[in-house]
């Protein structure tokens, strides 16, 4: 599970994401837009990642438990 931290360190990331695409917005520089665009949408997956991964932690923690009951008998 993320930290705290590392939730602060996202939150921040994305403040200068989106303050880079206004910026390249505003000079009319598309390259720069797209590249904001696509940082901005990779950095907003962040907690998905981390949600799948935590389900997937659950998910072989109950499944584990499960092989060690089966083999108490």
């Given at each position: 599970m993320?930290?705290?931290?590392e939730?602060q360190k996202?939150?921040?990331?994305?403040?200068q994401l989106g303050a880079v695409?206004?910026?390249?917005i505003?000079?009319?520089?598309?390259?720069l837009?797209?590249w904001a665009?696509g940082a901005?949408?990779?950095?907003?997956a962040q907690?998905?990642?981390?949600?799948?991964?935590?389900?997937?932690?659950?998910?072989?923690?109950?499944?584990a438990a499960a092989?060690?009951?089966a083999?108490?008998?």
């Amino acid at each position: 599970m993320p930290t705290a931290a590392e939730y602060q360190k996202l939150a921040d990331e994305l403040r200068q994401l989106g303050a880079v695409f206004t910026q390249a917005i505003n000079l009319g520089d598309q390259e720069l837009a797209l590249w904001a665009a696509g940082a901005l949408s990779s950095a907003a997956a962040q907690p998905a990642w981390w949600a799948r991964e935590a389900a997937d932690n659950e998910a072989a923690a109950i499944a584990a438990a499960a092989i060690v009951k089966a083999r108490q008998g």
